[in-house]
């Protein structure tokens, strides 16, 4: 979706950039682990076909895609930008038929970054964005059962389940993180003049 391609999104804990890309090569080694390819539901793709999909994901008017970033590691100007990656949040806007549904998609690909949070936190920031800026009104995420940890998080969230293979629902759009927006170039240039 080009409506994010500029924007980054700032909270806490992370920053959300659009995935450009100049991540896909690290984002192709996190979805060869075969824990990551169950928790998704992905099949592995060649880095070619990995590369086509983040063309995709930037031009379709249905997906809007953010890579997550550590905020404290993308600060320090001697990190490389794909160094600070954790993972990738996703709204697909799946009903053409009802523009307020959304399905969000939420991976903290890093083992180390689990369990501190940041799920939480970017799906707040996620959610908040496609409130204002996609019109997003009601959210689901597809889960599988085996994926307990991702569901009790959607549940902490005010998620309801409402059908049996994991996929939960809400309508609730209340208590969302600040997130501040700013341009994503502009924050880029920034921080490599400071090299």
């Known amino acids: 979706m080009r409506i994010n391609e500029n924007t980054l999104l700032e909270g806490n804990t992370v920053v959300l950039v659009p995935y450009n890309a100049e991540h896909v090569p690290r984002y192709h080694e996190w979805m060869k682990s075969p824990e990551l390819q169950q928790l998704t539901a992905s099949e592995p793709l060649t ?3 990995e590369y086509d999909m ?3 994901w930037r031009e379709d008017d249905d997906k809007c895609t953010f890579i997550i970033l550590d905020k404290q590691r993308w600060a320090d100007i001697m990190v490389e930008e794909e160094q600070c990656m954790v993972g990738d949040v996703n709204i697909f806007l799946t009903d053409p038929t009802d523009p307020t549904l959304a399905e969000l998609e939420i991976m903290i690909a890093e083992p180390s970054d689990r369990g501190k949070g940041i799920g939480k936190e970017v799906t707040r920031m996620m959610m ?3 409130v204002a800026r996609l019109g997003v009104r009601k959210f689901e995420a597809k889960i599988g059962l085996n994926n307990q940890v991702s569901i009790a998080m959607f549940k902490k969230l005010h998620f309801q389940e409402v059908t049996v293979g994991g996929s939960v629902r809400t309508t609730l759009l209340e208590d969302f993180a600040h997130v501040a927006e700013r341009d994503y170039g502009e924050a880029r240039s920034g ?4 090299v």
């Open 47 to 49: 880095l070619q076909q």
């Open 191 to 194: 921080r490599r003049g400071h």
């Open 128 to 130: 908040s964005y496609g």
């Open 54 to 56: 983040q063309r995709s």
